[in-house]
């Protein structure tokens, strides 16, 4: 449910949506295609740590935010250093952050 309404409020900002992915597996199949800029990733995909994700993300090069509900201290080791929304996240400030990793690259 949150994955759709995000995706909703980012089309509505005029991002283009290549995808969600609602499992590592998933994640890692999106990855490999490398059809996107940039990636939003929660701490747990379908009840699994996001870890081998924001590796492969890293491995790529691919900038990502993170969004999550626990703190810092709980974050696998490989996210402490990504940008972390702590939800629940305010729209804009999501928007913000995704337009900032846009201006780095």
Do not use: W
Not at 27 to 39: E, G, N, T, Y
Request: net charge negative; with cysteine.
């Amino acid at each position: 449910m949150i994955a759709l309404d995000l995706e909703d409020m980012l089309a509505d900002a005029d991002f283009e949506i290549a995808g969600v992915a609602a499992s590592v597996e998933k994640a890692l199949q999106f990855i490999d295609s490398r059809v996107f800029d940039f990636a939003v990733l929660d701490v747990n995909l379908g009840g699994f740590s996001a870890r081998p994700a924001a590796l492969a993300l890293l491995a790529c090069g691919v900038p990502y935010v993170v969004m999550s509900g626990y703190s810092t201290g709980q974050q696998p080791v490989v996210l402490r250093d990504a940008v972390i929304l702590t939800k629940p996240v305010e729209p804009a400030r999501i928007i913000q952050a995704l337009r900032n990793l846009l201006r780095v690259r």
